[in-house]
């Protein structure tokens, strides 16, 4: 790390995938923002890594839903005097059934979430990331924005196939200026994702080699988003699906999607 203690800010934080960044980072000796709906969450973290790694840690909740989400976070950065060095857009969930199956209501929060309040981070804070030239972005993507999209979960693999374009042209643009993005695409891991989208039962019936635990996926997450990559997959049975889906032709890979599908999403209409 090059600066003696790097500002972390993680969203999605009092769970999963962003829990595990927050102590990670903590660990290696980062002073931390955490922001999630979740309040009480959020302060039993906190009050753990301050306790734990001697961290400075700032508890902002919020509800990235709201439009205005990332002007309020960012103006209370400003406010506070807080300098973000890290950003983990790594706030997300999925939306289950078929499109039609939800109101457009539901489907515009996923979108501002998954799509918008990320993008908006970025944009409010690579200005100061490539002026002090150092900075470091992961975005939380996964192993379905590289593989055909399945029934179920619609707007889901179309959000994070954006998320790993835009990581990718972030880098290109930004690395000669000391500024690393790294889209981290995990596959299945470990967390309150399928509990939330109400297909734990048929989730658990997946081979155990096929899943990841989060400190794993953390852990090669911040050691790729240090070396340069712009895209990275945990996971050698990972790297090995997205291989071979892409060497397929189109019309078999989705009709092999088509069939896995339906064994662990919920395509239910109406």
């Not at 289950?96 to 944009?123: I, K, R």
Request: aromatic share 8%; charged share 20%; hydrophobic share 45%.
């Amino acid at each position: 790390m090059s600066l003696e203690r790097p500002l972390s800010l993680i969203t999605g934080a009092s769970s999963g995938i962003g829990a595990e960044f927050a102590r990670q980072l903590a660990s290696l000796g980062h002073d931390l923002v955490l922001t999630a709906r979740r309040v009480e969450r959020l302060e039993n973290l906190a009050a753990t890594l301050r306790t734990r790694h001697d961290a400075q840690v700032t508890v902002l909740p919020h509800d990235l839903a709201e439009p205005a989400a990332v002007r309020w976070l960012c103006g209370e950065l400003d406010r506070r005097g807080l300098q973000v060095d890290w950003l983990i857009n790594n706030a997300g969930y999925g939306v289950p059934g078929t499109f039609d199956a939800n109101d457009w209501a539901t489907h515009a929060d996923f979108l501002q979430v998954l799509l918008l309040a990320p993008t908006e981070l970025a944009w409010r804070l690579l200005p100061g990331m490539r002026q002090r030239r150092h900075g470091r972005i992961i975005n939380v993507a996964s192993l379905a924005g590289h593989v055909p999209a399945p029934a179920g979960h619609t707007l889901y693999a179309a959000s994070k196939a954006y998320l790993i374009r835009f990581s990718q042209a972030l880098a290109l643009e930004n690395q000669p200026r000391g500024v690393h993005v790294c889209a981290l695409c995990p596959g299945f891991t470990w967390s309150e994702f399928h509990d939330v989208t109400r297909t734990r039962e048929k989730m658990d019936k997946l081979p155990g080699f096929m899943w990841l635990s989060a400190s794993e996926v953390v852990r090669q997450g911040i050691a790729a988003v240090e070396r340069g990559d712009a895209v990275y997959i945990p996971g050698r049975v990972n790297q090995f699906i997205k291989t071979m889906l892409q060497l397929m032709p189109d019309r078999l890979a989705l009709r092999l999607s088509a069939r896995q599908s339906k064994r662990y999403r919920n395509t239910k209409t109406g």
